[in-house]
């Protein structure tokens, strides 16, 4: 498990937890965070949670990170949901337009079970290309 002071990395069985730390998601945190998610996806990770409850301020930096995470998790047939958004790093996301092609959820429970759906979604349409 790695740790630092701006993030923390919790690996669950089907996705992976980050959790930013610090108040301020910028380019103190994002090139380290960048190679983690690349180290992430070489590992085979295909669902990311990125939890922003305590970022209360985002440059373009952090939506960068969030970006590549979004890449990942497609290039990987998985899927990227940030949650726990506060009311500053939100605007930003929507003024950038990334709300239309962002997972956003309120909060982490949420975004477990925005995962898990998704997970079912696609494995019926596994079980729908069989039937024909």
Known sequence: MAETKAYHIDKQDK????????????AKVSPELKAEL???????????IIDLEKANYCDSS??????????????????????????????????????????ITPSLNEAIDFLFMDELEKGLGDLDENLN
């Open 62 to 103: 952090g939506l960068s990170v969030i970006l590549v995470a979004n890449r990942i998790c497609k290039e990987n047939h998985g899927c990227l949901v940030i949650c726990n958004l506060q009311p500053a790093v939100l605007k930003l996301i929507e003024i950038s337009q990334l709300s239309n092609v962002l997972n």
């Open 15 to 26: 996705f992976v937890r980050l959790e930013i730390i610090e108040e301020k998601f910028t």
């Open 38 to 48: 690349v180290l992430l996806a070489s590992q085979g990770v295909k669902n990311i």
